[in-house]
């Protein structure tokens, strides 16, 4: 696989997002983003929204970023959420071991030894390093010192600092602190669901690949509460007929095969653990495809038993081909009543809620959806070269960062008015446009498409006689001449 994305000079050049303290050569893994990018990721935010909370019933909240030590000593984070870490002997350069051999496996082409990687403890992944004679890749020292590293970044609370607290590492923490409050609060009924958009924080300890490996990410969030014993009857909108009917590209446990199979099938296998997971994976299918991420591109895996998170009892990923490989986009995760029983025990409060007339603790079905990967794949699959050396970005409307752009042909007074006045009128109608007068009109075109806007409008000196403008399309490159008036529903 490459190992650089086709889009990473637009990227750049546009700042669509950048490196965080860049004029420093501080810390690596915080990325800022600019004006396109951050259009870009509310667009991704807001079809989740109209396609999870919205579509679905579910309520959203937004809860703190900081947690008390105690809230993650009952999740099981402060023991467990860890990465296994060495560092070179000599330049004390650290790094992920698992990582480090993906990259010695991968780079061989060995299938075998990577999905031995994922069942292997610290230690074994220390010896494989070792009998690989892989070294440190600076200054080719000895990697050793093995340690389960814990990835959240630590912190206190108040004036003499005696509290400790963590930045949080999922927002889900703060739905299940929230939750029964929530639930009495909104009438709720299980099976329910409440989401939550929100940044959480990793420290990761070799950040690369741009947003791929980060250590501030944007989280979507759902958690739907169940009661285990109740049958399904449906869910957010999709019941058994949706499911029985979908088909989805997955990879089962221990086969490494990819393979196209329907939900039901998987779901009787024990595959998928449940049908509400099974709806949360039938409509993350439905995001990447309003997001306009290929068909071809997606696949769900089954995770081994050795990968999955303290608190899942079944977990699988959406993942994603870019030009780095398949990369996780989403962890959807069976877990059970782990999280609400270990709170409830160690506050010593009841978590349960009442359902069928009997008290239950909910089981959780959880989708985690990384809203830094998904931009990136969307960006990563959407250039395409527009054979005469530019690059556009190919993208769906949903991920257009401007509807359109607006462009006087020349800079003359009077076009200049006239473009500047349907630009206002656009953003009046609540339609995003780009405008720009400055460079010749071919370069603003090239600009508009590499940014991947879908429309130009173009106002020349016809539109001063006859108020008709032209309404070129990005990937076709044709021109259309429309009335002003019509061209407020021809760009959405
Ligand atoms: N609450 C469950 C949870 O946090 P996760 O699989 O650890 O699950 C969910 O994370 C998603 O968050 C991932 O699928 C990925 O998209 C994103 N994510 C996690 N760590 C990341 C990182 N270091 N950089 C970028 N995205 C990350």
């Not at 958690?223 to 009857?233: Q, R, V, Y």
């Not at 991920?399 to 752009?405: K, L």
């Amino acid at each position: 696989m490459a190992n650089e994305s086709p889009a990473e000079d637009i990227i750049k050049r546009r700042t669509v997002f950048y490196r965080s303290f860049g004029i420093y050569a501080e810390a690596g893994g915080f990325y800022d983003y600019g004006p396109i990018g951050l259009r870009m990721k509310r667009n991704i935010e807001s079809e989740w929204r109209a396609m999870f909370p919205e579509a679905m019933g579910l309520v959203e909240i937004e809860t703190s970023t900081i947690l008390p030590e105690i809230v993650l000593k009952a999740s099981g984070h402060l023991a467990t959420f860890t990465d296994p870490v060495a560092t070179c002997g000599s330049c004390h350069t650290s790094y992920r071991l698992d990582k480090l051999l993906e990259e010695f496996y991968s780079a061989r082409g060995d299938d075998e030894g990577l999905a031995e990687i994922r069942r292997m403890k610290l230690n074994d992944m220390l010896a494989k390093v070792e009998s690989n004679g892989i070294k440190c890749s600076r200054c080719g020292g000895r990697i050793g010192n093995p340690e389960n590293f814990n990835l959240m970044f630590k912190t206190q609370i108040g004036q003499k600092g005696t509290d400790a607290a963590y930045l949080r590492p999922e927002t889900a923490q703060g739905i299940f602190m929230g939750f029964k409050d929530i639930y009495r609060s909104h009438g709720l009924r299980l099976p329910c669901g409440i989401c939550q958009v929100g940044k959480v924080f990793r420290n990761e300890i070799s950040p690369r690949q741009g947003l791929v490996r980060v250590r501030e990410i944007t989280q979507m969030e759902t958690e739907l509460f169940i009661d285990k014993d109740a049958g399904f009857s449906g869910f957010g909108g999709i019941g058994s007929a949706e499911l029985e009917a979908e088909r989805i590209r997955f990879v089962k446990r221990g086969t490494g095969a990819e393979g196209e199979f329907s939900i039901k099938e998987l779901l009787a296998e024990g595959a998928i653990p449940n049908e509400y997971l099974a709806v949360l994976l039938y409509k993350e299918k439905r995001l990447i495809e309003r997001l306009g991420i290929g068909m071809e591109k997606y696949r769900f895996r089954q995770l081994d038993k050795e990968e999955l998170p303290h608190y899942s009892a079944g977990n699988i990923d959406l993942e994603i081909k870019t030009s780095y490989g398949y990369i996780e986009v989403a962890g959807n995760a069976d877990r059970g009543d782990y999280d609400l029983s270990s709170h409830a025990k160690l506050s010593n409060t009841d978590l349960g809620v009442i359902s069928n007339e009997k008290k239950v603790l909910p089981h959780v079905a959880e989708a985690s959806i990384g809203v830094d990967r998904l931009l990136f794949s969307v960006i990563d699959g959407a250039v395409k070269d527009d054979g005469r050396g530019w690059k556009v970005l190919s993208l769906s409307k949903s991920m257009a960062p401007y509807m359109c752009s607006v462009f006087p042909l020349q800079k003359d007074d009077g076009l200049i008015s006239k473009a500047e006045e349907i630009h206002r009128e656009l953003g009046k109608r609540r339609i995003s446009s780009y405008y720009s007068e400055s460079g010749s009109i071919g370069k603003r075109y090239a600009k508009s498409d590499e940014i991947g806007i879908p429309n130009a409008i173009t106002v020349d000196f016809d539109t001063l006689k006859d108020g008709t403008v032209t309404i070129r399309d990005r990937d076709t490159y044709k021109q259309v001449r429309k009335k002003i008036s019509e061209v407020f529903e021809a760009v959405v």
